[in-house]
């Protein structure tokens, strides 16, 4: 068989291994291949977070909680941020138009880069504050934020506050 010969029949073999990469592969009713099962070890008692996380889970084929970077879960009905700390490399969080009040989860993900809280019901930004790599923050229309004092944001680059903080 020449070479050209074996990588049309390899490649195209290669491709579709590649695309099933979620099945179990049997040979003579043997198993010879089993993917690493998604991550679902975590405790997130708000069913909305809980369900933006599954979604997100399986869009990225997360296996561990290290492997979500982003998560966006707008206008959800999220509530509480409870369990979300579980998830220590998200760089990109998305909650905006939900009902969230309490922001505390958040201190723990040291590596959040991005994050809008817009349009919920937040009113401590105190959590925010040493987050080292947040570089974009939106907090804007949340009435009841007490605004935070001068400095206090320094690492952060991009910053929308709600009018009244303005």
Same mark, same amino acid.
């Given at each position: 068989?020449?070479?050209? &010969? ?5 490649? @195209? ?7 099933? =990469? ?14 690493? @099962? ?31 970077? /982003? ?20 760089? +990109?969080?998305?909650? /905006? /138009? ?7 989860? &958040?201190?723990? %993900?040291?590596?959040? +880069?991005?994050?809008? %809280? ?11 504050? +040493?987050?080292?790599? %947040?570089?974009?923050?939106?907090? /804007?229309?949340?009435? =009841? ?5 001068? =400095?206090?944001? &320094? ?6 506050? @709600?009018?009244?903080?303005?």
């Amino acid at each position: 068989m020449t070479d050209r &010969l074996r990588l049309s029949v390899i490649c @195209p073999l290669l491709l579709l291994c590649a695309a099933c =990469g979620s099945y179990d592969f049997t040979v003579n009713d043997r198993v010879v291949y089993t993917p690493d @099962p998604l991550f679902n070890d975590f405790d997130v008692p708000d069913e909305a977070l809980r369900e933006c996380i599954r979604e997100a889970i399986n869009d990225a084929r997360a296996t561990n909680a290290s492997e979500l970077a /982003s998560l966006s879960c707008t206008d959800a009905g999220i509530e509480t941020l409870a369990g979300l700390d579980t998830f220590t490399e998200l760089e +990109q969080l998305t909650l /905006s /138009s939900n009902n969230i009040v309490n922001i505390s989860e &958040l201190a723990a %993900l040291t590596v959040l +880069q991005v994050v809008y %809280l817009d349009n919920n019901r937040i009113i401590d930004p105190v959590p925010l504050y +040493q987050l080292p790599a %947040l570089h974009r923050l939106d907090l /804007s229309g949340n009435p =009841g934020l007490m605004c935070p004092p001068p =400095g206090s944001l &320094l690492r952060v680059s991009d910053v929308t506050l @709600p009018v009244h903080c303005r």
